[in-house]
């Protein structure tokens, strides 16, 4: 299988982003849609300039969201997964790093299966808080 395309993510991407989002929050029966698609879209808009926010594919087909200061990354969708997407997002945050974290919801179990092959342990269990209302899980990962 050939290598995604990965790269930075700009404005005009941002549509394509929150279709990712959009897609997987309407087929995910166990979570809530919270926000409208196009609030999601404007979310995605304002971290622009403050993320390291990279994409997969042509067109958009996964993106990864970090806070490059904290380490944190803030999210993180597929819209085909076993396809080497999330997995070359996550070499691309990996890299110059020693430690990275997230938080996932608990019911996520495939997510959290992709972490911890990914290096990712679990280091809190996080409760319920709004918008979705749905414990979290956080993870860690050092070099």
């Known amino acids: 299988m050939p290598e995604p395309l990965i790269r930075r993510a700009s404005d005009a991407d941002v549509p394509a982003m929150a279709a990712v989002v959009n897609g997987w929050v309407d087929a995910t029966a166990w979570m809530p849609r919270v926000h409208a698609p196009e609030v999601l879209e404007g979310h995605l808009r304002e971290a622009l300039p403050m993320r390291e926010i990279w994409i997969a594919g042509e067109p958009v087909e996964a993106y990864l969201s970090l806070d490059p200061v904290e380490g944190k990354i803030g999210g993180f969708y597929c819209a085909r997964t076993g396809q080497g997407l ?18 996932t919801h608990e019911a996520n179990a495939g997510a959290r299966r992709f972490y911890a092959r990914e290096g990712f342990v679990e280091t809190a269990r996080l409760p ?15 070099r």
Do not use: F, S, V
């Open 128 to 142: 319920a808080e709004p918008p979705e209302n749905l414990p979290e899980i956080r993870m860690e990962w050092t």
């Open 86 to 103: 999330g997995k070359a997002l996550m070499d691309r945050a990996k890299e110059g790093r020693d430690r990275l974290y997230l938080h």
